[in-house]
């Protein structure tokens, strides 16, 4: 209801939490009241070892090992893209199942999947299933983990230069100037996207401030 042009979205939402048939009908409905800006952001939610399992565990949900909560995202994005084409017919994933699905919604334009993740496996799988791939601004193999993800891209007969690279860091001077040199440094890869974490308490005035030094886009009032 208060801008029509800032993008939407969720980094990233472990497809462990909600089966896709749910997730598929509640991106559909961001879309369609945001007027197509959603960038509908995926991942395969922490292991033992990050503090994000707390997320499945007080819920009661399993955490699986870390190649299976990889594949859980691949299913994922399969079923989302075949429930918003309208396909009806059943699915059989190791994973997720579909029985003849009906009366999910379509959104139009679909949303484009961003697969979020830290490694070769899932850059892959981003490259090969998913419109993008988000990883940190700062990981010291980014421009390998970008080549993979456009190379599985270009092997699943999909156009690389279409692909989506978004990144993310915290708010910093540094990241805000589009000829400093660590936004050069992501323009030199293909990045699309740098997004900058903020965490509460947040501070509006320095929020605002950074705002004021970021390139306006031509079309932007």
């Avoid at 009241?33 to 997320?55: D, F, K």
Wanted: glycine content about 12%; overall charge positive.
């Amino acid at each position: 209801e208060a801008t029509r042009r800032i993008m939407l979205g969720p980094l990233v939402l472990n497809v462990g939490m909600r089966p896709p048939g749910l997730l598929a009908n509640m991106a559909a409905t961001l879309q369609q009241v945001s007027g197509g800006r959603l960038l509908l952001g995926l991942g395969a939610g922490g292991s033992r070892a990050t503090p994000y399992v707390r997320e499945q565990e007080g819920i009661g949900m399993p955490v699986e090992r870390d190649a299976v909560r990889a594949a859980r995202v691949a299913e994922a994005c399969q079923v989302l893209r075949r429930l918003w084409a309208g396909d009806t017919s059943d699915f059989a994933g190791a994973h997720y199942r579909l029985a003849r699905p009906d009366g999910i919604l379509r959104p139009d334009p679909a949303p484009p999947i961003v697969v979020g993740g830290f490694g070769p496996r899932m850059a892959a799988i981003a490259g090969r299933w998913a419109d993008g791939f988000n990883t940190p601004a700062r990981h010291p193999q980014l421009a390998e983990l970008i080549g993979m993800a456009r190379d599985a891209h270009a092997k699943a007969g999909r156009d690389p230069a279409r692909f989506l690279v978004t990144v993310f860091a915290g708010l910093a001077d540094g990241w805000l100037g589009a000829d400093s040199g660590p936004r050069r440094g992501l323009a030199t890869l293909g990045v699309a996207r740098v997004i900058l974490l903020v965490s509460p308490p947040y501070d509006l005035a320095r929020i605002a401030a950074a705002g004021r030094l970021l390139p306006t886009r031509p079309e932007a009032s």
